[in-house]
Every structure is written in structure tokens, then in C-alpha cells.
């Protein structure tokens, strides 16, 4: 039976400490839900602190990691997956996942949101940049669900998960 990947996208280095906290609590429920949790891989922001949160309930994790080797990948990823891409792997991202959490907003998360709406992917918006979610759900407003805190996007989730089985 295929296991639902949530997808966890955010910033970097540039990550708000809200951001990160977010993203740990993402991490955890998204674990104890029983889904499996893809980021982007590396060991820093969002996506270290979302694989941070699932490894402390022993959930399992998948990084689509922008280099060829683990250098800089997180600790906490099980499933390194090394695409040498760089950026390009935004898109390995958003189509491996089930649906996508956009936790906090930088330019490479603004690329995955759109890459994940072009795919007519359900998006989840956890940010407090208010241009963000105009924008994207003018560009999209069936697709994009903006809450304000990590148990609304869990409950979201389950919502646009349970429609679709």
C-alpha cells in the first residue's frame, strides 16, 4: 500500500525562528500521523527542523538533496535521495509529494509553491508574509489554503487527504 508523502518546503538559512519551530511541529504531527515527510534535505532551516521533529517521534523522512553527496544533508533524513540538481530539484519535490506545507516563504519555496500549483497540487500556506498569500491564491484559490498555525495545516491536510482517497 503507497504511503502518503507530505511534502515540508521553507526556507533555508533565511528561516524565521517561527519558521523553524513551524517546521518541528510539522515534522512531529505529520510523523504521528503515520505520512511520510519529504524536504528539501539539507541541514539548515526549515527542512533540518521539519525532519528534526519527525525523527523525535520515529517518523520516517526523505531529503531530495540539491548535491551529489551528503554534505550538508540533515542528520535526520533516512532516505537521502542525491539529484546533483541544484534548485532544479524543487520539482522532484513537489511531484513526489501528496500534498505540499509551505512553511514561512523565501524564493525557492515560492518556486516549489508554484511548481506545486502547476501541477494542480493542494498547497498549504503556513507564512506570515500576507503579498505570499495574495498571490498565490489569486493564482490559485481551489488550491491554496491558508492557515495560521501548524494544527490548522494538519487539519487541512487530513481534510484534502481524506477528499482524495
Given at each position: 500500500m503507497?504511503?502518503?508523502?507530505?511534502?515540508?518546503?521553507?526556507?533555508?538559512?533565511?528561516?524565521?525562528?517561527?519558521?523553524?519551530?513551524?517546521?518541528?511541529?510539522?515534522g512531529k504531527f505529520?510523523?504521528?500521523?503515520?505520512?511520510?515527510?519529504l524536504t528539501g534535505g539539507r541541514n539548515v532551516g526549515v527542512m533540518d527542523a521539519a525532519n528534526k521533529g519527525a525523527k523525535s517521534v520515529n517518523g520516517l523522512t526523505i531529503g531530495i538533496l540539491p548535491?551529489?553527496?551528503?554534505?550538508?544533508?540533515?542528520?535526520?533524513?533516512d532516505i537521502p535521495i542525491f539529484t546533483d540538481m541544484g534548485n532544479a530539484r524543487?520539482?522532484?519535490?513537489?511531484?513526489?509529494?501528496?500534498?505540499?506545507?509551505?512553511?514561512?516563504?523565501?524564493?525557492?519555496?515560492?518556486?516549489?509553491?508554484?511548481?506545486?500549483?502547476?501541477?494542480?497540487?493542494?498547497?498549504?500556506?503556513?507564512?506570515d508574509d500576507e503579498e505570499s498569500k495574495v498571490f498565490f491564491r489569486k493564482l490559485s484559490?481551489?488550491?491554496?489554503?491558508?492557515?495560521?498555525?501548524?494544527?490548522?495545516a494538519i487539519a487541512t491536510a487530513t481534510q484534502i487527504l481524506d477528499r482524495s482517497l
Open positions: 503507497k504511503k502518503t508523502i507530505i511534502g515540508v518546503m521553507g526556507p533555508g538559512e533565511k528561516a524565521t525562528v517561527t519558521d523553524v519551530q513551524n517546521a518541528y511541529e510539522l505529520i510523523a504521528q500521523k503515520g505520512w511520510v515527510l548535491s551529489e553527496n551528503q554534505k550538508n544533508a540533515s542528520e535526520a533524513v524543487n520539482n522532484i519535490n513537489v511531484l513526489s509529494s501528496d500534498l505540499v506545507i509551505a512553511c514561512g516563504m523565501g524564493a525557492g519555496t515560492a518556486s516549489e509553491v508554484a511548481l506545486a500549483l502547476k501541477a494542480n497540487k493542494q498547497v498549504i500556506l503556513l507564512t484559490p481551489e488550491n491554496v489554503h491558508v492557515v495560521e498555525s501548524v494544527t490548522t
